[in-house]
């Protein structure tokens, strides 16, 4: 079983920053694919960006060139790092991860507004 702790949502402008992090049980967090996935109101959830336990990366077309996810294996976090936010960026964001069986976390949320 894996629990996923995620942090970070708020309040925003549009054209400002964000940083979510995601904290993960287990030893095995190495191994774990990460993602991060988000879902508007009214709307399907959706991939944002995942990761690897190779460190390979993937984003939404929406979101490449303003969101960036990384990992720290040492401390069993992965972050997205959200710039250039807009109004649209506005969701629920949720924490993935996939080792043997898939697991989410409790959701933040992001609010982009003026």
């Known amino acids: 079983q894996v629990q996923l702790e995620e942090s970070g949502g708020g309040l925003v402008q549009p054209g400002g920053s964000l940083r979510l992090s995601c904290k993960a049980s287990?030893?095995?967090?190495?191994?774990?694919?990460m993602a991060w996935y988000r879902q508007a109101p009214g709307k399907q959830r959706e991939l944002v960006a995942a990761?690897?336990?190779?460190?390979?990366?993937n984003y939404a077309d929406s979101v490449k060139g303003r969101f960036t996810i990384s990992r720290d294996n040492a401390k069993n976090t992965v972050y997205l790092q959200m710039n250039s936010l807009k109004p649209e960026d506005t969701a629920v964001y949720y924490c993935?991860?996939?080792?043997?069986?898939?697991?989410w976390g409790q959701g933040t949320q992001v609010t982009v507004s003026s």
């Open positions: 993935y991860a996939r080792y043997y069986l898939n697991y």
């Open positions: 287990g030893s095995e967090f190495n191994a774990y694919t």
């Open positions: 990761i690897t336990s190779g460190g390979s990366t």
